[in-house]
């Protein structure tokens, strides 16, 4: 029985695409063969290079020891004695110059002391003294630093002192800088008992147990502020003005005092104390009674206290 024969059309299988591993393993298969193929067809030792002439390296030959060559003779190809030319002789070398005689040194300078010597000789050239030419007198419009500053006198110590002795017996803290406020007076063009005084009016009477029961300015230890200047700027403490120290207080007062009164035309008392001390704001009394407290005290630090 013959079997039926399948005629249906034969297809190719459809290839299956590369794996990344198999191209790597006959990627590795291929690169030996490579490898195997160029290390069998490699010789072992490279062939020996061709001369670069042909023609056979000809050399002199030589008579054995004994013979014609110890007497300066040689032999050819066919064995006869040949003579050598002689060498020629060697040139003398030329006679060796004779070197120049050392000169001598100079004598040896003396070890003696030579302090006076020295002195003389590194001593400046005198220069003619001149005396100083008194200074011209400068008026006191034109200084521009302090254009209506006052000359020192010899009764500031005395008004120094005076001041002192007030603030002293106001117990303020502030005795020691009482040359200060002297020293500003006089630079700024101000009667230095007017600001002693102010400060006084403006701190107070230390030593009374009625207003001060503790013995203490307590706004005044925080502030160090004299005059009582209102906040500008920090640090402040209760609506006032602090310092680091009285003297930095005392310098502030004439430096705003300069600023904001004098330079605006403020030059009286009156007018001043207005203006510093608003009346019937923050307790304030009126005017007058500040400005003749003052004025008061002023008079009694001129006369000494």
């Known amino acids: 029985m013959i079997a039926a024969v399948d005629r249906r059309p034969l297809h190719p299988r459809p290839l299956r695409p590369i794996s990344p591993r198999h191209a790597l393993i006959l990627a590795a298969i291929l690169g030996g063969a490579v490898l195997q193929h160029t290390l069998v067809t490699l010789p072992l030792e490279p062939a020996p290079a061709a001369p670069l002439s042909a023609a056979p390296r000809q050399t002199a030959s030589y008579a054995p020891a ?37 000169a001598a040194l100079p004598a040896r300078r003396s070890t003696a002391p030579v302090t006076a010597v020295t002195g003389a000789r590194l001593q400046a050239p005198a220069v003619p003294v001149v005396a100083p030419q008194p200074a011209a007198p400068q008026s006191v419009s034109s200084q521009p630093a302090t254009p209506r500053s006052q000359p020192a006198t010899p009764a500031d110590a005395a008004l120094s002192a005076s001041v002192w002795r007030a603030f002293n017996a106001y117990a303020l803290p502030y005795q020691a800088d009482s040359a200060l406020i002297v020293e500003m007076g006089r630079q700024f063009g101000i009667d230095p008992a007017v600001p002693a005084a102010l400060f006084m009016h403006e701190d107070g009477n230390i030593n009374n147990r009625a207003e001060f029961p ?20 920090e640090p402040c403490y ?12 005392i310098l502030d007062w004439f430096r705003l005092y300069d600023h904001y009164y004098y330079d605006l035309g403020i030059h009286d008392l009156a007018r001043f104390v207005v203006t510093y001390c608003p009346p019937n704001v923050d307790g304030n009394g009126p005017p007058t009674v500040y400005q003749s407290d003052v004025m008061v005290k002023a008079a009694r630090i001129r006369a000494g206290w």
């Open 238 to 249: 209760d609506g006032f003005q602090v310092y680091p120290t009285y003297r930095a207080g």
């Open 214 to 233: 503790d013995h203490y300015n307590w706004l005044l230890y925080h502030t160090r502020n004299p005059g009582n200047i209102k906040c500008m700027y």
């Open 66 to 102: 004994g013979t014609g060559a110890a007497s300066g003779q040689g032999t050819t190809a066919g064995g006869a004695q040949t003579a050598h030319p002689a060498l020629p002789a060697r040139a003398a070398l030329p006679a060796r110059a004779a070197l120049p005689a050392r």
